[in-house]
């Protein structure tokens, strides 16, 4: 196969390539650290940045893998994704009870103030708040420990801390589950769509969404048009758009390799062209860049770790480009480009 560039054929459409990773297989996977110099422009902390890691113990900060992380990105000419300020998945133990309190925004507020100004250099884009839809929920939002606490509003405070902290970031909601076209996920974009008005006449300083694009085989082709009519919403409401979180679930991993691999590449294919047909489309990250590191491959329950099982990122586990690289090159270069990067950081 030819050699493959994915930082080129973005940067070409004026947009970024990005890949999320951890700090150890780039410290002790030469092989993989190089691949993600050659192919990446942004990484994403795949667990660094999140708030049970930063802050363990109250108070008691733990930037390491983080700093050096933003270290590794300076050093070598990448950007940084700031994944996440807020999840409900990674609310450290300590906060569970506290954030309940008069004073639970302060220790919101705190998160934000230690990390947000040390990595303004290297970060062009937050994910603010991430994963707050819960469409079977009469105001479209998921009753998380923040809601619960806060009320709606609090989307509405970490956006306003947020942009106190990083005056020229980017600011983001990133969710999943917007991808496909059946009830739930018409559902869940009317839900965000609801949300981005909302906050819209309430003047909350939100510049993008993340779509975090976990698409999975057994769903069947992206209905292409609907996915397009509903990008094409966000970006009239001015927002911009980044793929954030792309891989791909496969259906049947005991088909041969080569078919597998070609119905990933065209799962991709169908959901890039979309995606990258619309200029508010400012990078495309995939979570994880090769098969040998994917959460797909750990099982939630036990921790336990099959690499490779599941093929679903653009590099398999001894780092060849499958066709997945192949099919998201054709489709940078197909796609309609975003403006020139002057107009926008990336
Ligand atoms: C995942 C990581 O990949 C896992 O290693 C971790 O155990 C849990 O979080 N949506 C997101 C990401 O926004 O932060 C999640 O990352 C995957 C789903």
């Known amino acids: 196969m030819p050699e493959v560039d994915l930082r080129s054929a973005a940067r070409a459409s004026n947009r970024f390539f990005g890949a999320a990773v951890q700090i150890e297989q780039l410290r002790n996977d030469s092989l993989f650290r190089r691949t993600v110099i050659n192919q990446c ?38 950007r940084l994704y700031g994944h996440t300020l807020l999840w409900y998945r990674s609310i450290p133990a300590w906060a569970r009870t506290p954030i309940n309190t008069p004073r639970g925004w302060d220790m919101i507020h705190r998160g ?5 100004p040390r990595y303004n250099d290297i970060v062009d884009y937050w994910d603010v708040v991430n994963e707050p839809l819960d469409s079977t929920q009469d105001d479209g939002l998921r009753r998380s420990p923040f809601y619960e606490a806060f009320g709606p509003d609090y989307i509405r405070h970490a956006l306003n801390s947020a942009r106190h902290l990083a005056p020229q970031g980017k600011l983001l909601i990133n969710d ?27 003047r909350v300083p939100l510049d993008g969404v993340g779509i975090q694009s976990h698409l999975d085989l057994h769903r069947g082709p992206i209905d292409q048009q609907s996915l397009a009519t509903f990008l094409k919403e966000l970006a009239d409401r001015g927002l911009l758009i980044l793929i954030t979180e792309l891989d791909v679930r496969e259906v049947d991993i005991t088909m041969p390799l080569a078919l597998r691999d070609q119905k990933v590449a065209e799962g991709a294919r169908a959901f890039l062209d979309v995606a990258l047909a619309q200029p508010a489309v400012r990078g495309v990250t995939t979570w994880g860049l090769s098969d040998r590191y994917s959460w797909i491959n750990v099982d939630a329950d036990t921790g336990r770790v099959h690499t490779g099982r599941n093929r679903g990122l653009p590099f398999d586990v001894d780092m060849k480009p ?8 054709e489709a940078f270069r197909n796609g309609s480009p975003a403006p020139p990067r002057s107009n926008h950081k990336s």
């Open 176 to 202: 999943y589950g917007v991808e496909y076209s059946g009830p739930d996920e018409h559902a869940r974009r009317k839900a965000l769509l609801a949300l981005i008005d909302k906050l819209r006449q309430q």
């Open 112 to 116: 934000f103030a230690e990390t947000m």
């Open 41 to 78: 422009d942004s990484l994403t902390p795949e667990l660094a940045l999140k708030w049970e890691v930063i802050e363990p113990a109250q108070g008691a900060f733990n930037f390491a893998p983080m700093d050096e992380l933003a270290d590794f990105a300076r050093d070598n000419g990448k």
């Open 322 to 329: 499958k066709p997945f690289c192949y099919s998201a090159v």
